[in-house]
């Protein structure tokens, strides 16, 4: 009885314990208070009853605290619950005697008894209390017939009758302690099967949302208000938003599409499913290019509890397909360059020659000089742009070597004040996460790079404004992200897709190939760069750069 048990046994019958200890108090003292309170407003045949009855309560009292002390050592609980029902035993029969022995009506508390022992120690528990309560109560009923107590102040009954007696409360006894312990026996079954049901439905649960966390496409639910419910690790991976963070917010709070307006009102007008392309923003506020699909969500019974989203971000595909587009075209235009720079660099070169040679020998004067000048000025201008065109078309030999891009960008925007298109009203914000950004590169390439973009954020904003230089190291990704944001006259959508082709500029005087080459740039030393523009408010441009490349054109020094 004093082995000590182990996990949910513990626990159970812990809490059968302090229940059992709850329900005597409460029995005791609804019981015997009555009685005392009734002895006292109509008097009673023996004085003694309320004495026994508070010395009984006063016990009970008693005996419950130390059972209270006694519950902290686990390793004693089934001998504690065979003391306990001992206890109650014992109680019960001094109450039986104290009330008339065998004429006592206590002794159906006997009942209580038995069916508590076979909810705490089962069926061996219930028999034994059984057999226990059945000799003491026939001790009690033997005893009153031969009158060895003095209980009863009338005529001794005959001792066939009190045999009787006392084989048919013996038989209910038995009797309680067989069913008690066979409904509890199948109680105790029931709850094993619905804790292992239990359990199987928890674990389908749990495969159920691995399922879910586990799609690669992301998964959001929203209830008949659009308010979101629910969203899987793929969704905040690629919206930014956690279901924390979405906590009360509704669709177009968050992710808000004319597409999808027309449902706001009323969601039962989406039919089957429905696909979308919606463009919308990161949680960082980057843009986006889900491909969504949309449907509505049904409980177990058909009924409909709200909408369901499957989406995927095509943003990077967008990104590869405008790429391989450029690519293609910068492959037609490579072959053009050959026969470019045969066919109007050599004459340029010639003609170049001969005007210098001319204007030397000559000697003009006067408009003639100026407009000789002028000539061998755009002769250069051309021989310039026919260069940097040859630049953005062949591929890139990146010269790798150990360079800090925190001073490079330092030395790029101190480059930047004294160029003539700088004005003081735009105010420059140079933030750096640390003092040094080491990676390996072509120095000479990253300042061309960085000078196009400061520069090209500059001359957007002739007006002034705030130009902001980020760059910091993302560990996660081994790479250094910098970020140029302007607050300029930003990029119409239909132009922004075309910025990275050659010759392609809408400022006036302009050439189209500082982006082209940056791109160029960047593609060879296998970083990405990400352009968001909005027309009237600014353009930022997302830069990342592996700190270790292997480039096969690499020359490292």
């Given at each position: 009885?004093?082995?000590?048990?182990?996990?949910?046994?513990?626990?159970?019958?812990?809490?059968?314990?302090?229940?059992?200890?709850?329900?005597?108090?409460?029995?005791?003292?609804?019981?015997?208070?009555?009685?005392?309170?009734?002895?006292?407003?109509?008097?009673?045949?023996?004085?003694?009853?309320?004495?026994?009855?508070?010395?009984?309560?006063?016990?009970?009292?008693?005996?419950?605290?130390?059972?209270?002390?006694?519950?902290?050592?686990?390793?004693?609980?089934?001998?504690?619950?065979?003391?306990?029902?001992?206890?109650?035993?014992?109680?019960?029969?001094?109450?039986?005697?104290?009330?008339?022995?065998?004429?006592?009506?206590?002794?159906?508390?006997?009942?209580?008894?038995?069916?508590?022992?076979?909810?705490?120690?089962?069926?061996?528990?219930?028999?034994?209390?059984?057999?226990?309560?059945?000799?003491?109560?026939?001790?009690?009923?033997?005893?009153?017939?031969?009158g060895w107590f003095g209980l009863s102040d009338l005529s001794p009954k005959p001792m066939t009758a009190q045999l009787y007696f006392l084989l048919y409360n013996v038989g209910a006894f038995v009797a309680v302690a067989l069913l008690s312990s066979s409904l509890t026996s199948r109680l105790r079954h029931l709850g094993a099967e619905l804790a292992q049901r239990e359990v199987g439905l928890q674990h389908l649960q749990r495969f159920h949302e691995y399922i879910i966390q586990s799609v690669g496409s992301g998964l959001v639910t929203t209830d008949?208000?659009?308010?979101?419910?629910?969203?899987?690790?793929?969704?905040?991976?690629?919206?930014?938003?956690?279901?924390?963070?979405?906590?009360?917010?509704?669709?177009?709070?968050?992710?808000?599409?004319?597409?999808?307006?027309?449902?706001?009102?009323?969601?039962?007008?989406?039919?089957?499913?429905?696909?979308?392309?919606?463009?919308?923003?990161?949680?960082?506020?980057?843009?986006?290019?889900?491909?969504?699909?949309?449907?509505?969500?049904?409980?177990?019974?058909?009924?409909?509890?709200?909408?369901?989203?499957?989406?995927?971000?095509?943003?990077?595909?967008?990104?590869?397909?405008?790429?391989?587009?450029?690519?293609?075209?910068?492959?037609?235009?490579?072959?053009?360059?050959?026969?470019?720079?045969?066919?109007?660099?050599?004459?340029?070169?010639?003609?170049?020659?001969?005007?210098?040679?001319?204007?030397?020998?000559?000697?003009?004067?006067?408009?003639?000089?100026?407009?000789?000048?002028?000539?061998?000025?755009?002769?250069?201008?051309?021989?310039?742009?026919?260069?940097?065109?040859?630049?953005?078309?062949?591929?890139?030999?990146?010269?790798?070597?150990?360079?800090?891009?925190?001073?490079?960008?330092?030395?790029?925007?101190?480059?930047?004040?004294?160029?003539?298109?700088?004005?003081?009203?735009?105010?420059?914000?140079?933030?750096?996460?640390?003092?040094?950004?080491?990676?390996?590169?072509?120095?000479?390439?990253?300042?061309?790079?960085?000078?196009?973009?400061?520069?090209?954020?500059?001359?957007?904003?002739?007006?002034?404004?705030?130009?902001?230089?980020?760059?910091?190291?993302?560990?996660?990704?081994?790479?250094?992200?910098?970020?140029?944001?302007?607050?300029?006259?930003?990029?119409?959508?239909?132009?922004?897709?075309?910025?990275?082709?050659?010759?392609?500029?809408?400022?006036?005087?302009?050439?189209?190939?500082?982006?082209?080459?940056?791109?160029?740039?960047?593609?060879?030393?296998?970083?990405?760069?990400?352009?968001?523009?909005?027309?009237?408010?600014?353009?930022?441009?997302?830069?990342?750069?592996?700190?270790?490349?292997?480039?096969?054109?690499?020359?490292?020094?």
């Amino acid at each position: 009885m004093g082995e000590p048990l182990a996990g949910e046994a513990v626990l159970e019958l812990r809490r059968k314990l302090k229940w059992l200890m709850g329900f005597r108090v409460l029995v005791v003292t609804v019981l015997l208070g009555s009685s005392i309170l009734l002895a006292i407003g109509y008097g009673g045949r023996s004085p003694t009853v309320p004495v026994l009855f508070y010395l009984l309560i006063g016990i009970t009292y008693l005996l419950t605290i130390l059972y209270s002390l006694a519950l902290s050592h686990t390793a004693t609980l089934r001998l504690q619950a065979g003391l306990q029902l001992a206890g109650d035993i014992l109680l019960e029969t001094a109450l039986v005697l104290g009330t008339g022995g065998a004429e006592s009506p206590f002794h159906l508390l006997y009942v209580i008894s038995i069916i508590a022992g076979s909810m705490l120690l089962g069926w061996g528990g219930s028999l034994g209390v059984a057999a226990s309560v059945s000799v003491l109560y026939g001790v009690v009923v033997w005893g009153d017939a031969a009158g060895w107590f003095g209980l009863s102040d009338l005529s001794p009954k005959p001792m066939t009758a009190q045999l009787y007696f006392l084989l048919y409360n013996v038989g209910a006894f038995v009797a309680v302690a067989l069913l008690s312990s066979s409904l509890t026996s199948r109680l105790r079954h029931l709850g094993a099967e619905l804790a292992q049901r239990e359990v199987g439905l928890q674990h389908l649960q749990r495969f159920h949302e691995y399922i879910i966390q586990s799609v690669g496409s992301g998964l959001v639910t929203t209830d008949l208000s659009w308010r979101f419910t629910s969203i899987n690790r793929a969704g905040s991976e690629i919206t930014g938003y956690t279901l924390e963070a979405l906590g009360g917010k509704r669709w177009r709070d968050v992710f808000d599409s004319p597409q999808i307006q027309p449902y706001y009102d009323d969601p039962l007008r989406i039919v089957a499913t429905q696909r979308f392309d919606i463009h919308t923003t990161h949680r960082d506020g980057r843009g986006l290019l889900i491909g969504l699909t949309l449907s509505l969500l049904r409980d177990e019974h058909g009924d409909v509890t709200g909408t369901l989203g499957i989406f995927q971000d095509l943003t990077q595909v967008q990104r590869l397909e405008e790429e391989m587009r450029r690519n293609e075209h910068l492959a037609g235009l490579a072959e053009m360059a050959a026969g470019i720079a045969h066919e109007i660099r050599n004459p340029l070169a010639s003609l170049s020659g001969v005007m210098q040679v001319l204007r030397s020998e000559l000697a003009p004067k006067g408009e003639h000089r100026k407009l000789m000048d002028i000539a061998l000025r755009e002769m250069d201008r051309l021989d310039t742009i026919i260069a940097a065109f040859l630049t953005s078309t062949r591929p890139v030999e990146v010269h790798l070597g150990k360079c800090d891009l925190a001073a490079i960008l330092e030395e790029t925007v101190k480059l930047l004040y004294n160029h003539a298109d700088y004005r003081p009203s735009i105010a420059v914000q140079l933030h750096m996460s640390e003092p040094n950004l080491w990676l390996w590169a072509d120095a000479d390439q990253l300042r061309q790079v960085m000078w196009n973009l400061l520069l090209n954020a500059v001359q957007a904003m002739p007006a002034g404004g705030a130009l902001s230089v980020q760059a910091a190291r993302r560990p996660a990704e081994n790479s250094i992200e910098v970020r140029v944001h302007d607050t300029g006259k930003g990029i119409k959508p239909e132009h922004l897709r075309q910025i990275f082709t050659p010759f392609f500029t809408t400022r006036h005087g302009g050439s189209g190939l500082g982006l082209s080459i940056v791109h160029r740039i960047v593609e060879a030393h296998h970083g990405r760069i990400l352009v968001e523009s909005r027309e009237g408010q600014g353009t930022k441009v997302t830069l990342s750069l592996p700190v270790n490349i292997r480039v096969e054109t690499a020359a490292v020094r």
